[in-house]
């Protein structure tokens, strides 16, 4: 055995099979042309933030816009950031957006599909098996220099303005010899691993990224690590690895990893990889101040998904948001397809903004009061108790009371052509069903009218109310009082002689709508009257009266 071989085995006991039995045991996917194979590859270092979300959608997307696969695998490299429940938190996150995964990692003791383990930490043997086989090639070394000697060498290298980092003659373990290795492994000195790395600085590499277009940077030459000093993998190293043997065909990620790209495709060069495609995410941009920036996690409540949640925004809203800032002719799509699912829309990586998509929460309740006005009763009444039940059990306990008036609340204006956008999200509930649960306390009466037109019409109304009126009967109704109150029956008639009136069946209406409600502006009044039922309305008129 050489030294070299001496030293692969001593720093790799655990390793026991070689690369070439992973490309067995991994094999290229058999998939249609086209098909694209992509991952959500979180840390779970926080819980699940707008930006991760908007990443997986454009995975999910991507996906299934080509018949590919879309995966899930847990980077849990860094244990001193990993926070308690973040995977879960993630995990679920993604189901209750409708990003189901194909494959991947489901809860500690579950995972789907033939390319795991989908976790980093279960795969250590995996890393050490290529680190082993880079070793043996002379393309990476175990690197003994303490954190007190690369703070020397830092302090070197800013002091003779130079780059920063371990390269050239500064990396110093470079050109130990297996022998010097080997004897300061068994004395017990703690090392790293490190790449040798063959690049050269003045030289450029060059990329076309799915999103940023061309890409031109200088090539890296840091010998950078791939297992730190417990064995376990950088970043870097693993994502070579995992994306090669699960056979990642398309690598979509928050652009923070652009910087990146040079030492990745050197590794996947060096490791014998064909390189994934690259397609970098701009990260949400928020306009403040006239400005733009970004979307931040520790300014912005609406950066974390759970606010979404906590607001009562139904998931499919939010998706429906996220769509259009993802692919601009996405509201375009959706207008001409309204009953297609969003796995239909022919996603494209090239139409997504390079200068990062502007999250807006106006038109987010926009989108959000179209997903709810074409909801059925029975979904938003379910969509809202669920919600109720853990934000507002007030509400709650009104709505469950009497599941059928709940019901009946929601049908109010809803199923026609023109539905009514009163709903962006569930916590506006409680303001909008307001006056089925407690009389008015204060009356908006239309300026234009006297009190004494307003006691008339109330008590006109009250001698004629008969609650068991459809529309029709009921605006009738109306109609037929005007007269003798001095108002116009027809809004056209009154518009064309408005001296000779006092005002028209609609202020006659809004009188007996503010009376019953509170409100000027409400859904049908004749349905709200039904669902009040015959002693509330009487007793309300007569309370304005
Ligand atoms: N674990 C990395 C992150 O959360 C994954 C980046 C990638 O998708 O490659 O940022």
């Known amino acids: 055995m050489t030294a070299l071989e001496q030293l692969a085995e001593l720093l790799f006991p655990d390793v026991t099979v070689t690369p070439e039995e992973y490309e067995v045991q991994y094999p290229a996917r058999e998939l249609k042309e086209g098909a694209r194979v992509v991952r959500i590859a979180p840390s779970p270092t926080g819980y699940l933030h707008l930006g991760v979300l908007f990443t997986a959608s454009v995975n999910y997307l991507t996906a299934r816009a080509t018949d590919g696969v879309f995966y899930f695998r847990l980077e849990d490299t860094d244990k001193k950031r990993e926070v308690d429940g ?50 043996l090639q002379g393309n990476a070394y175990p690197c003994f220099c303490t954190a007190e000697e690369l703070d020397v060498t830092r302090g070197e290298q800013e002091a003779n303005k130079q780059r920063t980092g371990y390269y050239g003659k500064y990396a110093r373990c470079r050109d130990l010899s297996p022998e ?38 200088p090539e ?6 791939l297992l730190k000093t417990d064995g376990i993998p950088t970043y870097h190293f693993a994502h070579a690895v995992d994306d090669h043997l699960m056979r990642t065909t398309h690598v979509i990620r ?5 910087a990146s790209v040079p030492v990745h495709l050197q590794l996947f060069r060096m490791l014998g990889f064909r390189a994934p495609k690259y397609a970098h995410v701009s990260p949400i941009m928020k306009e403040d101040d006239g ?31 996220l769509l259009t800032i993802a692919n601009s002719d996405y509201e375009e799509w959706r207008r001409c397809h309204p009953d297609e699912p ?25 989108v959000s009061k179209n997903v709810i006005a074409v909801m059925d009763a029975v979904s938003v009444t379910e969509q809202v108790l669920t919600w109720a039940q853990q934000y507002d059990p007030a509400l709650y306990e009104k709505l469950i009371a009497d599941r059928s008036m709940a019901e009946g609340i929601f049908s109010i204006d809803r199923g026609g ?50 609650p068991t009126q459809d529309k029709q009967e009921w605006f009738n109704t109306i109609k037929a009082l005007c007269p003798a109150l001095g108002f116009c029956p027809e809004v056209k008639e009154y518009k064309k002689n408005p001296d000779a009136y006092k005002g028209h069946a609609g202020d006659v209406s809004t009188v007996i709508r503010v009376a019953i409600t509170g409100r000027r502006n409400t859904p049908d009044l004749c349905s709200i009257m039904q669902l009040l039922g015959k002693q509330t309305v009487l007793d309300r008129l007569n309370a304005a009266l």
């Not at 928050?254 to 652009?258: A, K």
């Open 86 to 135: 973040g995977a879960e938190d993630i995990l679920t996150g993604l189901r209750q957006y409708g990003l189901n995964i194909d494959e991947g990692y489901e809860a500690p003791d579950k995972e789907s599909g033939n390319y795991g383990p989908y976790r980093q930490s279960d795969r250590a043997v995996i890393y050490h098996t290529y680190a082993k086989a880079l070793l």
């Open 342 to 366: 969003r796995s239909a829309f022919p996603f494209n990586l090239k139409k997504m903004s390079v200068s990062g998509a502007l999250f807006d929460l106006n038109k987010l309740n926009d």
């Open 180 to 217: 010097e290795a080997i004897e300061r492994v068994k004395a017990g000195q703690p090392y790293v691993v490190r790449l040798r790395s063959p690049g050269d600085e003045s030289r450029r590499v060059k990329f076309d990224d799915m999103i940023k277009g061309t890409i031109e940077m």
């Open 220 to 225: 890296n030459d840091q010998d950078i690590v």
């Open 291 to 321: 400005g733009k920036r970004k979307l931040s996690k520790r300014k912005d409540p609406e950066a974390a998904v759970h606010y979404y949640t906590e607001q009562g925004y139904p998931a499919d809203s939010v998706m429906e948001y």
């Open 254 to 258: 928050g652009d923070e990893w652009i």
């Open 417 to 466: 052509n023109k539905p009514r956008k009163d709903l962006a999200k569930w916590s506006d509930v409680p303001a909008y069903v307001d006056y089925f649960f407690r009389a008015p306390t204060e009356y908006p009466w239309p300026e234009n009218l006297q009190k004494g037109d307003i006691r008339a019409i109330l008590n006109a109304y009250a001698a004629v109310y008969d």
